[in-house]
């Protein structure tokens, strides 16, 4: 298993406005399997706790998410649960791996959920996805980690989320091979470089729009 690229809590951090993240899992494989995906996410978060910022993460394929485009599709629908969630946290961290060239199924139903958020908004017009951070995350030893971030970008900015600098990492191993991200002994030089900007901006970002809300539509 790749080790965590960072852990802990810096120290010269002077009581920085508390933020909270909730990462979605969008492996195909349910608990406890193993997931690439899972990895790379969970360093994602933390990467965030050395920004003072508490993450949890929810495997998606585990609960039972109906398929459709409401916030809510009924009985036995597992999305409101996790909507709740999201809009309890200030950075939403999306993980996918990639499967002949594009995201997983479960990424793609949980944008579809996503759509929603779009009749959501507050007494001012604001949507309810406004002032908060999206970063993603996507692994495959395939080709498509630029065309899959690029989507997941557009979804998430076309429903309320904010896009930080360097707001995505990827690992996309050598094609046509059955190494993953979890097989490497080590964390990539460029992967680890990334985590570490994207947690820093990801955190810098979500505490000035939780300072200074985003103006009424």
């Not at 007494?123 to 630029?146: I, W």
Request: hydrophobic share 40%; with cysteine.
């Amino acid at each position: 298993m790749v080790a965590p690229v960072v852990a802990g809590y810096r120290e010269d951090m002077t009581s920085p406005t508390p933020l909270t993240a909730l990462a979605l899992n969008c492996t195909l494989t349910p608990s406890p399997g193993e997931s690439s995906t899972e990895l790379m996410t969970d360093q994602v978060l933390e990467a965030l706790r050395e920004h003072g910022v508490d993450g949890r993460s929810v495997r998606v394929v585990d609960l039972d998410v109906k398929p459709g485009v409401e916030a809510d599709m009924g009985a036995g629908d597992a999305w409101p649960g996790i909507r709740q969630q999201m809009l309890g946290a200030d950075i939403l961290v999306i993980g996918t791996p990639t499967w002949v060239g594009h995201r997983s199924s479960v990424a793609q139903r949980v944008i579809e959920r996503l759509d929603a958020e779009l009749s959501m908004t507050d007494d001012e017009g604001r949507l309810e996805t406004f002032g908060k951070v999206a970063l993603t995350v996507v692994v495959g030893n395939e080709d498509g980690g630029h065309a899959i971030t690029a989507g997941l970008f557009q979804s998430l900015n076309d429903v309320g989320f904010t896009i930080p600098a360097n707001g995505g990492v990827y690992w996309n191993g050598e094609a046509m091979t059955t190494t993953d991200y979890k097989d490497l002994d080590e964390t990539p030089k460029a992967v680890a470089s990334t985590l570490k900007t994207m947690a820093a901006n990801a955190a810098h970002l979500a505490r000035l729009l939780k300072q200074d809300r985003y103006p009424p539509a």
